[in-house]
């Protein structure tokens, strides 16, 4: 069964860094998301990608953050400049089309900044 | 936008027994309402969804019932087991786009 992959499962960086957060979707779907869960706590919408360009984005995702689908096959999420704030589980998710709703969910990169 | 409140947040049970999580949520336009279950450090994972055209759907011991006059959406697992320990998540969207608002998560925890 084909499933959304992430890498890395784990990234730690410095406070001011620059992340890039990688995900390969599904390889039919055509809507992609990015999400964040802080440990501990509900899932919290980022970032929706479609047709080549940002369909939906939620108040956390700002400046800061940028997404790219830079070849057939990768979705990435940058995080300029990061904060202690932005540590947290980063899940990205894909989505067919056709009136199939379902999410289909990476497993994650955790992202630690010190 | 949407709101969407899940409670309880914490709920513990015997093997065997049933558990019943409940959500509401604020915006009538949603018709779309997944549940997600969340294993430790692990994604999370589809168990069963509803579209307001329907009131409720069931699938084994998993079923899910949709009051869209009250706007509130329910999780029923019957014959707990210590694998269904986990966090549990509900969600409300707008299909088409279909932009998610969960909730906060209820951890079940099954003791055997």
């Known amino acids: 069964e084909p499933e959304v992959t992430q890498t890395p499962s784990h990234q730690v960086t410095q406070m001011g860094q620059e992340v890039i957060l990688h995900c390969v979707p599904i390889s039919n779907h055509l809507y992609f998301y990015w999400y964040r869960q802080i440990l501990g706590q509900k899932v919290e919408f980022l970032v929706s990608f479609y047709n080549n360009e940002i369909s939906e984005k939620s108040e956390i995702f700002d400046d800061q953050f940028s997404v790219e689908r830079p070849d057939g096959s990768n979705f990435t999420l940058k995080i300029r400049s990061t904060k202690l704030e932005d540590s947290a589980m980063y899940f990205c998710?894909?989505?067919?089309?056709?009136?199939?709703?379902?999410?289909?969910f990476g497993p994650g990169t955790r992202l630690t900044v010190t | 936008g949407e709101n969407v409140e899940q409670h309880p947040s914490t709920l513990s049970v015997q093997e065997g027994d049933s558990a019943v999580i409940k959500c509401t949520y604020s915006d009538s336009a949603s018709n779309y309402f997944p549940w997600y279950k969340q294993e430790l450090g692990k994604r999370p994972q589809l168990i069963i969804d509803i579209r307001s055209n329907v009131g409720e759907k069931k699938d084994q011991r998993i079923a899910v019932t949709l009051n869209k006059t009250a706007k509130h959406f329910s999780l029923h697992i019957t014959e707990t087991q210590p694998e269904d320990s986990a966090v549990y998540f509900c969600?409300?969207?707008?299909?088409?786009?279909?932009?998610?608002?969960f909730g906060r998560g209820t951890s079940l925890i099954v003791h055997p």
């Open positions: 969600a409300a969207g707008v299909g088409g786009s279909y932009i998610p608002t």
């Open positions: 998710a894909s989505r067919g089309t056709g009136g199939f709703y379902e999410q289909y």
